[in-house]
């Protein structure tokens, strides 16, 4: 059984840097897996920030292009995103996600990510 647990999140004046994490344990496929991050706003619905391929290939929103950079470490299970020049409207629940064709995608449990004006 897949699990993924998010850690780094936290409170951040604008401008600064925060790095998540996350790590699947009893995954055999992260792999071959397309991991990625969501986010969701109060209020708001979920959605993309980045996800990276098996074979590394990445993409964003275009909110957070050239802010954000996603990379995946598949000896260790684990995925970070790199979050830099941050702004309020970034606030929000930040949550690892593992897809695979013809599987259920796997959630993690959320770390709120806050910053401040």
């Known amino acids: 059984q897949v699990q993924l647990v998010e850690s780094g999140g936290g409170l951040v004046q604008t401008g600064g840097s925060l790095r998540l994490s996350c790590a699947a344990s009893?995954?055999?496929?992260?792999?071959?897996?397309?991991v990625g991050w969501y986010r969701q706003a109060p209020g708001k619905q979920r959605e993309l920030v980045a996800r990276i391929t098996h074979t590394g290939s990445t993409n964003y929103a275009d909110s957070v292009k050239g802010r954000f950079t996603i990379s995946r470490d598949n000896a260790k299970n684990t995925v970070s995103l790199q979050m830099n020049s941050l702004k309020p409207e970034d606030t929000a629940v930040y949550y690892c996600?593992?897809?695979?064709?013809?599987?259920?995608?796997?959630w993690g449990p959320g770390t709120q990510v806050t910053v401040s004006s």
């Open positions: 996600n593992l897809a695979l064709a013809f599987s259920v995608p796997r």
């Open positions: 009893g995954s055999s496929i992260f792999s071959i897996s397309t």
